[in-house]
């Protein structure tokens, strides 16, 4: 299938926070068992160009497909099926879009411009690495993972010539930020989490992901210690030894909800063995986890949620001009498909025009030398090999 045909059979079907409420995202938000029970219907129903993204807030079927209205009654059906939602409900908070529109929307969403949080790396090299695993498993041939590779081109353009993946409009971005500001490089920071707390459990997931150096993570909750997921080249200690952990760490992330379990004592005592290296604190927990007499103190630097949130607040503007940027970017190279496309079309039809005259007059010459020649019949047998020859070109040139 060329890419023209690929445009022209483009359904995108999902539910994201354009479409339908939090509420439902919540509840059509897979397990690991459900999102394989998906991936088997999908496989047995014989759609071959797929893509299925499933992450927090969305899930979205890609496919190539003659009948969008099939589809969507098939990824309806299914999710009624797995989540036990009434059809009307699934049907009311859905989405699809067709050819151009859904081209359009592939690049908005695989740059993130259409996600919740727009310049979440995190979310753009997770579709990488949704499309790449696909990819492996043969999900899709050539015409749909064309339209998807110019995506994430593009996207890597738009993270080398604009900013929208340097503006953090997250308050985990805010805090990866300020902690490039204090330590410089992560690689080598060691990070302490302390749950069970939402904040902490982000910030132990994005940290791991982008491999901001070393991780420890302990928590008085004896669930959530076994429920964190984390690497081997990461660890887990016992909330008893937190006081001794703190002396090594350069980053502490609490999460605890405990109020005021990280005292100014505490500190003190970590500090005295750390030769003047800065520490790097964000409070979590509302109330707060730590004293706010640590603050105070040499080479502490201490963040709550509020300081996060207002960083997040002062850069909208920034991050405005980075998303017109990226969308300029988006456009031409949109563009420059369906010009690419048009400008083939039109060197087709004119190559065809050009056959069939230089065809008339190949024809015109046979019979004219057909009429003062003695053997008619081999110069005609000439030209059925001369024509034979040419629809051989034309059917190459046309695969």
Request: aromatic share 6%; glycine share 4%; with cysteine.
């Amino acid at each position: 299938m060329n890419l023209k045909d690929s445009i022209s059979h483009l359904v995108v079907i999902g539910a994201n926070h354009r479409s339908s409420s939090l509420k439902f995202r919540e509840r059509i938000t897979l397990s690991g068992s459900e999102l394989r029970i998906l991936l088997k219907k999908i496989e047995l129903s014989g759609i071959k160009n797929h893509l299925l993204i499933s992450e927090d807030d969305r899930i979205e079927f890609i496919c190539l497909h003659h009948s969008p209205k099939y589809i969507f009654n098939f990824i309806s059906s299914s999710l009624v099926e797995i989540t036990g939602l009434s059809t009307k409900e699934v049907v009311k908070n859905l989405f699809i879009l067709e050819k151009k529109k859904a081209l359009h929307h592939i690049f908005y969403l695989t740059s993130t411009i259409d996600n919740l949080i727009s310049g979440d790396f995190q979310f753009f090299l997770s579709i990488k690495n949704t499309f790449l695993k696909a990819k492996k498993l043969h999900s899709f041939d050539s015409s749909l993972g064309k339209i998807i590779e110019r995506a994430i081109i593009t996207t890597d353009v738009i993270q080398k010539k604009t900013k929208l993946f340097e503006i953090p409009m997250s308050i985990v971005r805010a805090a990866e930020q300020i902690a490039k500001e204090i330590h410089g490089d992560l690689s080598g920071c060691i990070s302490l989490f302390i749950g069970p707390g939402k904040m902490a459990e982000m910030l132990v997931r994005h940290f791991q992901d982008l491999n901001l150096g070393k991780i420890i993570v302990t928590s008085a909750s004896a669930r959530w210690m076994e429920k964190i997921s984390i690497s081997s080249a990461n660890k887990k200690i016992p909330f008893d030894n937190l006081e001794q952990a703190l002396a090594k760490v350069d980053i502490l992330i609490t999460g605890a909800g405990n109020e005021r379990i990280i005292t100014e004592e505490i500190i003190k005592s970590a500090l005295s063995g750390r030769k003047a290296k800065p520490l790097f604190i964000i409070d979590g927990s509302v109330p707060g986890d730590v004293e706010v007499g640590v603050s105070r103190l040499e080479d502490v630097f201490l963040y709550d949620l509020n300081d996060l949130e207002q960083i997040v607040i002062d850069n909208r503007f920034e991050n405005n001009i980075a998303i017109g940027e990226a969308k300029r970017l988006i456009e031409e190279e949109i563009s420059l498909i369906l010009t690419d496309i048009d400008k083939n079309n039109s060197l087709s039809k004119d190559q065809e025009q050009f056959d069939d005259l230089d065809l008339e007059k190949s024809k015109r010459d046979v019979l004219r030398r057909a009429k003062v020649n003695a053997k008619p019949v081999a110069i005609i047998n000439d030209f059925i090999k001369e024509l034979k020859k040419r629809n051989l070109i034309k059917k190459e040139r046309n695969n």
